[in-house]
């Protein structure tokens, strides 16, 4: 289990990471979604005990990174983002280094097998580490992770660099290690955090813009009051139409789609399906509707109009909550 | 600190650089042992062991410059500070890795001893005493290297910085017969590197200059723990 009260790193003036807080239970999966120089890889670095926090509390099971580092830290598998690895040392000699290092006190060989075989990497395992692709060098880098069964897991980025079969090998490992872990892990890949996680904190700027599970985020703000739709018809007129309709909140004319015909985006007032009276505005001046469809909000939308500095409209926040 | 002292003294070798430290530090001591010693047919070392201190604030630079440096050019240094293991434990596995390295370096004086005892009575006391002082100088040596090779990620700037720093230790007495105050001139007598390493090649086993290095030793093991310190607090 880890929680997070109030976490807050400055650098001089700087604030990478602003009053973050949550808890991860045992068996949770936690998506750390946002773009580069978020704060994402800053926060997971003080889980960690890398580098200490400005002010705030992190503890992993109960113990807190400060206080006693090493107990805390023994709980932990770490994959940072650029994994740790000497290049100058084979797969094996380094797993055991890193066996040793953690102190394991499971049997050497059938462990140091076990995790080979899970991150898959007990064909290169007399290789030099300097001589492995990069999918591998990540997939060793995981394995490191891995060594002494730590109930806590913390991967940032842990599929970058990999092809997409082996993003989706590394996706089932996070999966079925989940169960019986606490996991973050960290991405800029949507689909991946959708993939993967129970649950997903957007992070930006330093700050949680959102906190939910990822079906949530990206189902509740699905939206039928905002809709685009194609209209056989003169532009100017179509407009003055679709504004005399009640409700209608704003819309405007897209893209030329076909040769006179334009696509139109409207919102209206929330909570109103607009799609009948259009139908019957059209029908009405003797255009055509050639295509009409519901604005629904991908996790993609969603994460776009946070880290673009937009407020979320109310509705959505409700959404959210 | 087990871990971390075999993988670095197994780096040392994979690196290339224990062959290089090794093969440097024989062929130069194997010269001032023939010149001072072999050629004038004496037994006495003296003249070997004081040419030596130039030798290893050469070649201790070199045994010291890798071990943090490339720790943090290579980002490994995330894996070893988010490890289980306290930064003491990861200091100390560095510094006695290269002092083991070193040890093997300079062991080398007893077999010049067995060499010495085909002709004539070696004075082993003596002998002992002067691989001690050898000891105790790269001891401390090794620390400071240690140390400037936390402050850069480059190794070459690791190195030369050693090598100045190391330079400047040797030179303490000349700076301080430079300097026209009294108690400072007097202070950095006693804190002169080379005039204790001097009475130890003399046959003088000063216990007073052995708790110099030994402190010396410590105190430079203590501020590299404290760069990490501070890193992680910044």
Redesign the interface.
């Known amino acids: 289990m880890i929680e997070v009260r109030n976490l807050t790193k400055h650098y001089g003036d700087k604030k990478a990471v602003n009053d973050i807080s949550f808890t991860v239970e045992d068996g949770q999966i936690l998506g750390f979604l946002g773009p580069n120089g978020a704060g994402k890889s800053t926060t997971m670095n003080m889980l960690t005990g890398y580098i200490s926090s400005t002010s705030g509390q992190a503890l992993i099971n109960g113990v807190d990174i400060l206080e006693d580092p090493i107990k805390a830290k023994s709980y932990i598998g770490y994959l940072p983002e650029i994994p740790p690895l000497y290049l100058d040392m084979t797969v094996k000699a380094y797993l055991n280094f890193v066996f040793d290092l953690k102190k394991c006190k499971l049997p050497r060989k059938s462990h140091l097998k076990d995790v080979c075989t899970l991150c898959k990497i007990k064909d290169v395992e007399n290789r030099l580490i300097k001589n492995l692709s990069k999918g591998y060098k990540q997939r060793v880098g995981l394995a490191q992770a891995l060594i002494g069964n730590p109930p806590v897991l913390i991967l940032d980025e842990p599929t970058v660099g990999l092809d997409p079969k082996q993003i989706i090998d590394i996706r089932t490992l996070i999966k079925r290690l989940g169960k019986n872990h606490t996991v973050i892990l960290s991405s800029h890949i949507l689909s991946e955090i959708q993939a993967v996680c129970d649950r997903v904190i957007i992070i930006n700027k330093g700050v949680v813009a959102a906190d939910d599970t990822a079906t949530n985020l990206s189902n509740k703000v699905t939206t039928d009051h905002r809709v685009v739709v194609r209209i056989d018809g003169p532009k100017a007129e179509v407009l003055q139409a679709i504004r005399s309709i009640e409700n209608i909140k704003y819309v405007r004319a897209d893209m030329e789609r076909e040769a006179g015909i334009f696509e139109y985006e409207l919102e209206a007032e929330p909570g109103v399906d607009v799609r009948r009276e259009i139908n019957r505005v059209v029908r009405e001046n003797g255009w055509n509707i050639l295509m009409l469809r519901t604005m629904e909000m991908t996790l993609e939308d969603i994460f776009l109009k946070i880290t673009m500095g937009e407020s979320i409209t109310n509705d959505e926040k409700e959404a959210k909550a | 600190m087990?871990?971390?002292y075999?993988?670095e003294i197994?780096?040392f070798f994979?690196?290339g650089i224990a062959y290089v430290f090794l093969a440097v530090f024989y062929i130069f001591s194997a010269y001032f042992f023939s010149i001072n010693t072999l050629a004038v047919g004496s037994t006495n070392m003296a003249g070997m062991f004081a040419n030596l201190f130039l030798v290893i604030i050469f070649l201790i630079p070199i045994l010291t410059m890798r071990l943090f440096s490339e720790e943090k050019k290579?980002?490994?240094?995330?894996?070893?500070?988010?490890?289980?293991?306290?930064l003491s434990a990861i200091v100390l596995g560095k510094y006695f890795a290269a002092l083991t390295l070193y040890t093997i370096g300079i062991s080398v004086v007893f077999i010049y001893g067995l060499i010495l005892s085909l002709f004539g009575t070696v004075a082993w006391l003596t002998l002992l005493s002067n691989f001690l002082a050898l000891l105790l100088l790269g001891g401390a040596f090794c620390a400071v290297g240690v140390f400037i090779s936390s402050l850069t990620e480059n190794q070459v700037v690791a190195a030369v910085g050693g090598f100045v720093s190391l330079m400047l230790l040797y030179m303490i007495d000349v700076i301080a017969s430079s300097v026209g105050v009294t108690w400072l001139q007097n202070f950095l007598y006693t804190m002169s590197f080379y005039s204790r390493y001097y009475e130890f090649t003399c046959g003088i086993f000063n216990l007073s200059s052995v708790l110099f290095y030994v402190s010396c030793a410590v105190l430079f093991n203590f501020f590299t723990v404290r760069v990490f310190e501070k890193r992680?607090?910044s």
């Open positions: 087990g871990a971390i075999r993988r197994g780096a994979t690196s290579q980002k490994t240094e995330q894996g070893l500070l988010t490890a289980p293991v306290s992680r607090w």
